[in-house]
């Protein structure tokens, strides 16, 4: 897989004798961020065109369109709020494929992960007792969801590490097995009756952003967007400051370099799938803790798939992710807003069309940039 | 249960999927990893319904699925090998295009967020579900004879070897003379227009499209390719396994015995056991996923 290693780095240049070698620079180099910025915009133009030839087949005007798409998103505060909670749960999501591709492996499970994690905390909600204060609460939650995925995210780790199963097909047909037990368990042994969701937690429920600023009143934005924002930061460091981190990149760079020098290639690979299970299982708590305070059949359908779209488009950076978590929330928050004008599902298309234009235009953008560099340099 | 009709519904449940996995076996032998069979499957379908709506005629919405599959197929190759994308990550930009672009076009065409209006398909209304009423339809003897056909084309023919030689070693194909390049795009567009074929009797077989229809059935498909280890007899009766556990779901819909969703899980709990090699490693093609730079 050849775009698996393209994806998962950021290439830096060969360091200059001069600078020590702890010193790491403040910004990275302008060939690093040209890289790293020109394939997103080029997705966005194209996305852009496709989205105004859709638009005109449908009779309407595209500024018409996407101006109604800025102001249903950005534009006030009930769908900002809207998209700030979406782009939560996707931020989780790309968290989780970001690392595996970092590692240079593919997470296509984060779907069924995600769920999981939802369901595993809702399950905890049901046996505490109520009255118990969130903030105790909150520990137990985070163990129990990111144990939900984390052990859907183990599964193939562990089949990759010790039979070399391909972590793509095994966590693709993981999806599948996982959303047929969980529809299994809540649709046979914990709904409420006449439901398709479990009964309510009884303490430890998130305060939502309406609660605190009147203006997000009715928004399904909740505080878990700041967990959110640590486990991003917490992701950086890990893969940036630790030694784990450092064993990761490696394997995801070159496994035959990092096994010679001594990495265990097995272990990083099922430790990266199952804390990338954990990290999608986590983002179960945005529905389960800061929104409906039950786990529903459905709660996230497709957030785990564009979580490979966020990961890919943010260049499996915790910064990028997060960037591109809000791009595609804006999207997806965006369509519900045009709806009256085109019909929604021209941002399912847009969304395809981000990531065919970026997947396709990473090697080739790199490839012209270098040809140019050596060019001026010559 | 009578024993016949268990068996003509199985097949009628096993056409879509041999089909689409005729087009995984050719996609993956020649290194270009199957996941879009659920994106040309649900393409298909639409283009079906809405060939066969306009024309008035089956045979249209057969054509237009073969080409809709086909450009689905075009646009996946074009990114994994001219401009030498991660297929997985095109693969699935593919899945939701499709999704994306037949919700698009079933709002613009019939105004409906749901389903398409009744469009003509082979069997004649009230013919039953037996296998009179299955050998009326065209579709099915495509189904039944796709994958012989795919092992002769593959084992007995230039063009097989070919496509096997660029699955396996690309480099020692082009070192010959082989255009890796152009045995893959042909065959996946050969792989897109058998997958567009599932969906088109999916659609010509209910009479309609209707939204997310082929719900998974490319994905069982391709789990099939793989429990049936790239070989086109092996696949073929993964397919009639599959098809036949979702018969007998179907049969004992109503009664505990067991859960349906449990009986849901056997094509991929199946295939994870055979990725696995507990019980004889599935060993996938050697330059499956990989573009040869060129």
């Given amino acids: 897989m050849s775009m698996e290693r393209s994806l998962s780095t950021l290439p830096t240049d060969p360091p200059t004798p001069r600078t020590p070698p702890s ?31 859709l638009i005109l087949s449908f009779g309407q005007s595209p500024s018409a369109v996407f101006h109604l798409l800025l102001e249903g998103t950005w534009g006030n ?66 163990i129990a969801a990111a144990l939900g995925g984390g052990v859907v995210g183990a599964v193939p780790g562990v089949l990759k590490a010790r039979f070399g199963a391909h972590e793509v097909i095994v966590t693709i047909m993981l999806n599948f097995v996982v959303l047929a037990l969980l529809n299994y368990l809540t649709s046979e042994k914990f709904h409420v009756p006449d439901t398709l969701h479990t009964a309510e937690l009884k303490s430890g429920a998130l305060p939502r952003l309406g609660d605190m600023f009147a203006a997000y009143h009715g928004s399904a934005a909740n505080v878990t967007i700041l967990l959110a ?83 890919l488009v943010g260049r499996s950076h915790p910064v990028g992710i997060v960037l591109a978590a809000l791009l595609f929330a804006t999207l997806s928050q965006g369509g519900l807003a045009v709806n009256a004008l085109v019909p929604k599902q021209m941002v399912d298309v847009l969304q395809a069309v981000v990531i065919l234009a970026v997947s396709t235009s990473v090697p080739e953008v790199r490839r012209l940039l270098r040809s140019v560099r050596r060019s001026a340099d010559r | 249960m009578s024993l016949t009709a268990f068996l003509a519904q199985t ?118 579900t037996g296998f009179i009423a299955l050998l009326q339809n065209p579709l099915v003897w495509i189904g039944v ?12 023919t230039p063009f097989g070897l070919r496509v096997r030689a660029v699955g396996e070693h690309p480099g ?36 309609q499209f209707t939204d997310g229809m082929t719900a998974g059935r490319g994905f069982i498909a391709l789990a099939a390719t793989i429990f049936g280890r790239w070989d086109p007899k092996r696949a073929a009766l993964a397919c009639l396994l599959f098809a036949a556990a979702e018969t007998l779901q179907i049969r004992l819909q109503g009664s505990d015995a067991i859960p349906s969703q449990f009986v849901e899980m056997i094509p991929y709990v199946l295939t994870i056991v055979a990725l696995a090699g507990v019980v004889g490693r599935a060993i996938p093609p050697a330059a499956l996923g990989r573009t040869p730079s060129a």
């Fill in chain 1, 23 to 53: 010193a790491r620079p403040l910004l990275p180099s302008r060939a690093t961020l040209e890289e790293a910025i020109l394939p997103p915009l080029v997705a966005l133009m194209l996305a852009a065109v496709v989205g105004d030839l």
């Fill in chain 2, 11 to 128: 097949l009628r449940i096993a056409i879509p999927y041999l089909l689409a996995a005729a087009g995984g076996v050719m996609s993956e032998r020649a290194g270009l990893i199957g996941l879009t069979l659920e994106g040309y499957m649900l393409g298909g379908a639409f283009c079906a319904a809405v060939g066969s709506y306009a024309a008035g005629a089956p045979w249209v919405g057969v054509v237009a699925a073969v080409v809709g599959g086909a450009a689905l197929a075009m646009l996946y190759a074009t990114s994994a090998i001219r401009f030498r994308a991660d297929q997985v990550v095109v693969g699935i930009a593919i899945n939701l295009l499709a999704i994306g672009l037949t919700r698009f076009f079933l709002r613009l065409f019939f105004d409906s967020s749901s389903n398409s209006p009744r469009v003509p398909g082979f069997t004649v209304r009230g013919s039953g």
């Fill in chain 1, 229 to 311: 924002l640590l486990a991003a930061f917490a992701l950086g460091w890990y893969l940036f400051r630790t030694r784990r981190g450092f064993e990761l990149r490696a394997v995801g760079l070159q496994p035959g370099a990092a096994e010679y020098a001594g990495v265990d290639v097995g272990g990083v690979t099922w430790r990266a799938l199952t804390i990338s299970g954990a990290l999608a299982g986590l983002g179960g708590l945005n529905f389960v803790l800061g929104y409906k305070h039950y786990y529903e059949e459905g709660f996230a359908t497709g957030a785990g798939f564009l979580g490979i779209a966020v990961a």
């Fill in chain 2, 145 to 156: 004879l796709v994958m012989p056909l795919i092992a002769w084309l593959l084992y007995r």
């Fill in chain 1, 77 to 142: 505060a009930y769908g900002f709020g809207q998209v700030l909670y979406k782009a939560t749960t996707l931020v989780f999501t790309g968290l989780a494929v970001g690392l595996g591709l970092r590692a240079g492996l593919f997470n296509i499970g984060a779907e069924s992960q995600l769920a999981a994690g939802g369901f595993t905390a809702a399950m905890v909600g049901i046996l505490l007792p109520a009255g118990i204060p969130a903030l105790l609460c909150l520990p137990i939650y985070l």
């Fill in chain 2, 172 to 207: 020692a194909a082009a070192s010959v003379g082989v255009s890796v390049a152009k045995v893959r795009y042909l065959a996946v567009a050969l792989s897109g227009m058998l997958a567009g074929l599932g969906g088109a009797y999916l659609a010509l077989d209910q009479h």
